[in-house]
């Protein structure tokens, strides 16, 4: 009896305004942004493009569930997801000491977002938030020939006995935070940046 009663808190709390849309504010916290090899590489004049959304449901990000598993309402996210992610980019570039150019860029990014997700999972004790982000990422010289391209995933998931809106921002902001961190570690793409980027020399004196 007291496990059945539970469940259907659980069911109420995952639910909470079941049938009423879930506006999520996610943003990568400048803060929270970790350095990595990237701010090995000599600073570098970079430019991010728009991102592609190539995501089969572009309005949403998940779905609010019932007690029995049943889709209520919608995700939603305050910002474009295009917009969030590359913000994050940003952001991430900046703290691994790069320059956020509009124009003289050395380097170019774009991208094509493939996922952006947040899925709901009914347990018997808990409910089970799942973050999942998938991104395309081209880097080109400023004549905008290719040099590196790599698709980076970020996952995160957390199981509590009840949680709304603040735990899935959580969660997914946690998600982006992984992301961002796959590319900052990426020593492949350390590799084509440094190829690129300026070369310092040490001037010699003359023989005294």
């Known amino acids: 009896m007291k496990n059945s009663i539970i469940f259907v808190l659980l ?11 879930a506006d999520l504010n996610i943003g990568y916290d ?10 090995s590489v000599q600073p570098l004049k970079i430019g991010i493009s728009e991102l592609a959304d190539s995501r089969k449901d572009k309005e949403v990000i998940g779905h609010k569930i019932n007690g029995l598993g049943m889709e209520t309402a919608d995700i939603i996210t305050k910002k474009p997801v295009p917009e969030i992610m590359r913000s994050a980019l940003i952001t991430m570039f900046e703290k ?7 124009s003289g860029e050395r380097i170019i990014l774009d991208g094509e ?3 952006f997700w947040l899925e709901l999972q009914m347990n018997m004790m808990t409910i089970e938030f ?24 970020g996952h995160y998931d957390e ?5 709304y809106v603040k735990s899935w921002e959580n969660v997914m902001n946690i998600t ?9 570690t990426d020593r492949e793409l350390v590799k084509a940046l440094s190829n690129q980027a300026p070369q310092i020399t040490k001037s010699i004196e003359p023989a005294a």
């Open 159 to 163: 199981k509590k006995a009840a949680g």
């Open 96 to 102: 691994n000491g790069h320059l956020l150019k509009d």
């Open 130 to 153: 799942m973050g999942t982000m998938s991104l395309l990422l081209n880097v080109k010289d400023a004549n905008k020939n290719v040099l590196y391209t790599k698709e980076y995933q």
């Open 30 to 39: 400048p803060a929270k942004a970790e350095r990595g090899p990237l701010s």
């Open 113 to 115: 977002i493939k996922e």
């Open 176 to 184: 982006l935070e992984k992301l961002m961190y796959q590319i900052a």
């Open 11 to 21: 069911c109420f709390f995952v639910a909470g305004c079941a049938f009423t849309k």
